[in-house]
């Protein structure tokens, strides 16, 4: 049991946040009952953080969503497939709103050098934009989030407010058919917010890990959105639903 508890523990810290149903996966010879029990004793001893619908590593600090260059160690080949996916999604002489993230990050690294206009809040997606010679690129000002290199408040509230983007690529901590998309900071979410309201499209880049999990603030339904860019490992109940709602999954 000791034994068992040490690899849920260490697979947990390895992947970030997980699913229960990737925990059965992991653990196929344990019951689910047994599996619970080890995730409410590991919860109780501090080992994990149970959340609803899997479990999520204590080194994930509340209200930071991770450390974006522990996030972009994560599921590596899942990010580059949905960078690589979302590059249909481009057309030149367009604005863009570009969000913050470890998937957006890859993402950036991949846009050609074309007529954009591109505003971001993320740090680490401007410093991969500079080799672009034809984009104007805008970084939207505020205050600094240092773990995920991004910036956020009134300020960027106030600037995106301004700008009618033609599309927005957002990135999401977690997703579940309750809650809808959801992140770990509020004044983030109320960015992602105002960004989704300014935009005509707005694209999800989110790998299947987040699916069937919540974090704490909600910004979106599916409603909301035009589409989701993913890995093609999303559950089959997410992608019926985004059909029904005429959603696209890329």
Do not use: W
């Not at 653990?27 to 994990?48: G, H, I, N, Y």
């Amino acid at each position: 049991m000791q034994q068992r508890r040490k690899e849920i523990v260490e697979f947990v810290n390895q992947c970030g946040t997980v699913r229960f149903s990737q925990l059965k996966e992991r653990f196929p010879q344990v019951s689910e009952m047994t599996l619970r029990t080890d995730l409410k004793a590991l919860d109780e001893a501090r080992k994990l953080v149970r959340v609803h619908g899997g479990a999520k590593s204590v080194e994930v600090i509340v209200g930071t969503d991770d450390f974006l260059l522990r996030r972009a160690q994560r599921y590596v080949p899942e990010k580059a497939r949905i960078a690589q996916k979302a590059l249909t999604l481009l057309r030149p002489d367009t604005t863009i709103y570009l969000d913050s993230g470890s998937t957006t990050t890859a993402f950036a690294r991949l846009i050609p050098d074309e007529r954009y206009q591109i505003f971001t809040n993320s740090l680490s997606c401007a410093s991969d934009l500079c080799r672009l010679t034809y984009a104007r690129i805008s970084v939207v000002g505020g205050l600094l989030n240092r773990y995920s290199q991004s910036l956020y408040g009134i300020r960027a509230m106030q600037t995106v407010s301004a700008v009618n983007f033609d599309i927005a690529f957002l990135g999401t901590t977690c997703y579940s058919e309750k809650a809808g998309f959801s992140c770990g900071m509020e004044d983030e979410a109320e960015l992602k917010r105002t960004v989704i309201r300014q935009a005509e499209r707005v694209y999800m880049l989110m790998d299947s890990s987040k699916a069937d999990l919540t974090s704490t603030f909600s910004f979106a339904s599916l409603q909301d959105i035009d589409g989701i860019v993913s890995d093609g490992a999303l559950p089959d109940e997410l992608v019926q639903a985004c059909r029904r709602l005429g959603k696209e999954v890329i």
